[in-house]
């Protein structure tokens, strides 16, 4: 059975506050930093293992409309609003030559904008992800799971 990724639902206080403060202040970009510990996995899209988790939980508190639907899990369709979002070149806690290694940094910089406009931003790309299974993520348990 399909089982949300325990790391994604640990930021959802977050993600919630953000997409929230997005509502508010559409067309305001803002950029948070999103911290992975050393070692953390990178997956082919380039993201760490808590970079892909905390963007699940974003898009997850942005378009849940709190209707459940058929395997349990909230219903993924916000109408009104859309995510607009780019992650910037990660730092690391330790580099030494050719070799970085530690604590991994990378900002995080988003916008919410009215559904229609955001389709209008970026024409030809609001179904790119269906087409391109590497840039598909599942729970736990799920098919396209990512991470053990």
Partial sequence: MYQRDPL????????????????????????????????????????????????????????STGITGPHGGAAMQNPDWSLMRRWGEPSFARVFLVWRWGERQRPFW???????????????????WV???????????SVKQRFP
Avoid: C, I
């Fill in 131 to 141: 087409s391109d299974p590497s840039l598909q993520s599942g729970g736990q348990g």
């Fill in 110 to 128: 988003f916008m919410v904008t009215p559904k229609s406009a955001g389709r209008q931003a970026a024409p030809g790309r609001g179904e790119l």
């Fill in 8 to 63: 994604s639902a640990a930021y959802d206080q977050l993600a919630a506050a953000l997409a929230a403060w997005g509502q508010a202040h559409p067309w305001a970009g803002r950029t948070v930093l999103v911290r992975s510990p050393g070692g953390d996995l990178v997956d082919g899209g380039g993201l760490s293992r808590h970079e892909r988790a905390f963007q699940r939980s974003v898009y997850r508190a942005l378009n």
